[in-house]
């Protein structure tokens, strides 16, 4: 009886951290798309007027995958502070991560509204193209702050996931192995397509912006300040 019920809480301390490191993991998978579609968009703003069709393309591609991290994280955050003992033992993102996920979501999350929106109204309403720049740049820092401390985990992780001999070159051959790996990659599929063929939709909504050059969103001055930005709030986390 002792041995049975010390097997049934390996496997129950087993199973939760499978399901830690599954979430993780899928999470990471999320995450590594939002940056490639995020480094596309950002790429789009110094030549905004010639590139407006990619800018809106890339735009409602993004919002799929975003919701998704959203609530892989959100997931995360609800079975810590339930008292999860998974969760609990894996712990809490770092103070400062804590203090910008907020600012991060709601930036996020106002940027891709705004853009849908504009995308919806055309360039008229004033209002909504300066409240798609300050998401933009509240954006731009806040997930430089991100990127910089995960840059090195994310990689890591969707290599262990994929590829079991760096698992075993790494000594973890004997951890809790999360089953889903598929699954994971049916979750980004599936976030992805509806996201495409949204975009899709929205493309001819393009053509009223096409050739615009307001400077409220684009010249060298706002990439400058949006380099600017990014470069000092990552070399400070890296100090700190």
Avoid: C
């Amino acid at each position: 009886m002792p041995e049975q019920h010390a097997g049934a809480e390996a496997a129950g301390v087993g199973g939760e951290a499978s399901g830690v490191v599954g979430n993780e993991r899928l999470t990471a998978l999320i995450g590594a798309v939002v940056l490639v579609l995020s480094v596309a968009e950002v790429a789009t703003v110094p030549t905004l007027g010639s590139l407006m069709v990619a800018h809106f393309f890339v735009g409602a591609l993004l919002a799929g995958p975003v919701l998704a991290k959203t609530a892989s994280t959100g997931w995360r955050f609800i079975r810590y502070y339930t008292r999860d003992p998974g969760y609990r033992r894996k712990g809490p993102p770092r103070p400062m991560l804590r203090v910008i996920a907020p600012i991060l979501v709601a930036s996020t999350l106002m940027l891709i509204g705004s853009g849908i929106a504009l995308a919806i109204t055309g360039p008229a309403p004033e209002i909504l193209i300066r409240v798609h720049v300050v998401s933009f740049l509240v954006w731009l820092a806040t997930i430089a702050v991100h990127i910089v401390a995960h840059v090195r985990r994310v990689p890591t992780l969707i290599a262990e996931d994929w590829h079991r001999p760096l698992r075993q070159k790494r000594g973890n051959a004997s951890a809790p192995e999360p089953s889903g790996r598929r699954m994971r990659l049916a979750v980004n599929i599936a976030v992805l397509v509806p996201a495409a063929i949204a975009a899709v939709l929205l493309l001819p909504t393009a053509a009223p912006w096409e050739g615009w050059r307001g400077q409220a969103v684009t010249g060298p001055g706002v990439l400058a300040v949006a380099v600017s930005i990014w470069t000092a709030v990552a070399v400070m986390f890296k100090r700190r």
